[in-house]
């Protein structure tokens, strides 16, 4: 039985990989949480199926409210999710997850799960960054503030292989803020983190990706909650 929204419909649009199929896994998984609080929920990608046009058509025609589920508001939010859509009817457009205020405390709750008492820590989240545009001023940067962590980025400075070069620990953890579960991942963020534990050893905890908290539901409703006018 819906809830909240028992009229409306939620749609969430992720990035999705040309290189992995399953990289929305997570965002099928979230949107599953939230089919009491809808009539219907979606799920679409920019890159893989079903599309963000496939699934906006099988909601059908009622109003949907739309949450990118992207940890950064640029390119793919403003220009990208809006252009996939466009014609779709009745659309609500709502800031992309990663930009929630609540985000910082779902971070350090993880954090601190994960390391379990292990003592003060030196923390790196880590984006995507922008080759293209280095240097704005990002959302990730404002959770880094509120928990006095470090930034690092895979794709412009500071570079995660520059920050963990520059790690002294006895404890070091880092925690990739990505939506979902593409190259940067499976491949990048495994690898810089390899790299980086013969000099480190045991003191080097990976934390993971946060696109995978279960909290992100709750923050992916509460979205639609505060912008819905």
Do not use: K, W
Request: hydrophobic residues 45%; glycine residues 14%; charged residues 20%.
């Amino acid at each position: 039985m819906a809830g909240a929204f028992s009229h409306d419909a939620l749609l969430l649009i992720g990035h999705g990989s040309t290189r992995y199929p399953d990289a929305g896994r997570m965002l099928h998984v979230h949107a599953d949480s939230l089919r009491c609080e809808f009539a219907d929920v979606g799920v679409g990608l920019l890159n893989g199926t079903p599309s963000a046009a496939e699934a906006l058509a099988a909601l059908g025609s009622r109003t949907t409210h739309v949450v990118p589920f992207f940890m950064e508001d640029g390119y793919f939010t403003r220009i990208a999710v809006p252009r996939a859509l466009v014609g779709g009817g009745n659309l609500r457009f709502h800031p992309p997850i990663g930009t929630h205020p609540g985000m910082a405390g779902l971070i350090e709750s993880r954090i601190d799960r994960v390391l379990a008492g292990r003592g003060p820590a030196e923390i790196i989240l880590v984006g995507h960054g922008s080759a293209r545009s280095p240097g704005r001023r990002t959302a990730l940067h404002d959770h880094a503030e509120r928990l006095g962590a470090r930034v690092a980025f895979l794709e412009e400075a500071p570079l995660l292989a520059d920050a963990l070069t520059d790690a002294q620990g006895p404890l070091v953890a880092v925690l990739g803020i990505f939506a979902g579960e593409g190259g940067h991942v499976r491949d990048d963020l495994p690898a810089l983190i390899a790299a980086a534990r013969d000099r480190l050893g045991d003191g080097l905890v990976d934390l993971g990706s946060v696109g995978d908290e279960a909290g992100l539901a709750a923050l992916i409703l509460d979205q639609v909650v505060r912008t819905r006018t």
